[in-house]
């Protein structure tokens, strides 16, 4: 199998503060937008690149000053999720979509078996390996561990205006998410979505179910909404709020 990236392109993953120890434990799996350079840009103008179907707007920000101001280990995705979607299992097709909302994506059509292997073997797995890494140590050192997936969503979805500011997603465990939800409520000026405006699940995620739940860890994923963080001061204000509430919600989590 030919090698999808050069020695010197990026790692697909970029992990800040190895050592941190906070109990939180932060991803975001669509932080990037990075395109290996042999895919060129995928028959995507600059302008589709930049928008949310290509990476998740500001969320990186967010979670870099969330590593900072907790001391918390953050691994943050470099490459673009037309590449290969990190949050997807790679045997659904979304994983590698066709079409994003209603965006054809060219250099993903007709792929070989071999093509999207290359794609999964060069930055899905190394990714996932680093998280598995990263947890493991955490296990066999006997920390605890609060996982918590930093997504943010568009604030327009195929024509449909969301008037939500930020939501709060599960799956099978809401011990942490009805804490956040709590808190997030307690604030008094924002708009909260409860498993909105997604629901975590098997198929349409992957860092949850996988690295969460099935170690049994105590879990949230965050959703902000893309316009109020494509800014610094946006995404050093959501930090902020978030610096506050996450050790807010693990205290009352360990009531």
Avoid at 147 to 162: D, I, L, N
Avoid at 192 to 211: E, K, L, M, W
């Amino acid at each position: 199998m030919s090698e999808l990236l050069a020695p010197d392109e990026p790692a697909p993953a970029r992990v800040l503060r190895k050592n941190g120890q906070s109990e939180l434990f932060l991803t975001a799996d669509h932080a990037g937008r990075t395109i290996p350079r042999g895919l060129g840009q995928l028959g995507m103008t600059d302008h589709e690149l930049g928008r949310h179907i290509a990476w998740d707007i500001g969320i990186a920000g967010v979670t870099e000053r969330l590593s900072a101001t907790l001391d918390a280990t953050a691994v943050l995705q470099t490459y673009s999720r037309l590449v290969i979607d990190c949050n997807r299992d790679p045997t659904v097709p979304s994983s590698i979509p066709e079409l994003s909302e209603t965006t054809e994506i060219p250099g993903n059509r007709g792929l070989s078996a071999e093509q999207r292997a290359a794609r999964r073997q060069a930055i899905f797995e190394p990714y996932h390996a680093e998280i598995r890494a990263l947890l493991d140590a955490r296990q066999a050192e006997g920390r605890r561990t609060v996982y918590v997936a930093m997504h943010s969503f568009t604030p327009v979805f195929k024509g449909e205006s969301r008037a939500m500011q930020v939501g709060v997603l599960y799956n099978r465990d809401v011990r942490l998410a009805a804490i956040m939800l709590d808190l997030l409520r307690e604030e008094r000026d924002l708009t909260v979505g409860d498993n909105a405006p997604y629901a975590v699940s098997d198929v349409t995620d992957y860092g949850v179910p996988v690295h969460a739940e099935r170690r049994s860890l105590a879990h949230v994923e965050i959703e902000i909404r893309q316009d109020l963080i494509a800014d610094e001061a946006g995404q050093a204000a959501w930090a902020a709020r978030f610096e506050r509430l996450l050790p807010a919600a693990v205290g009352r989590l360990s009531c």
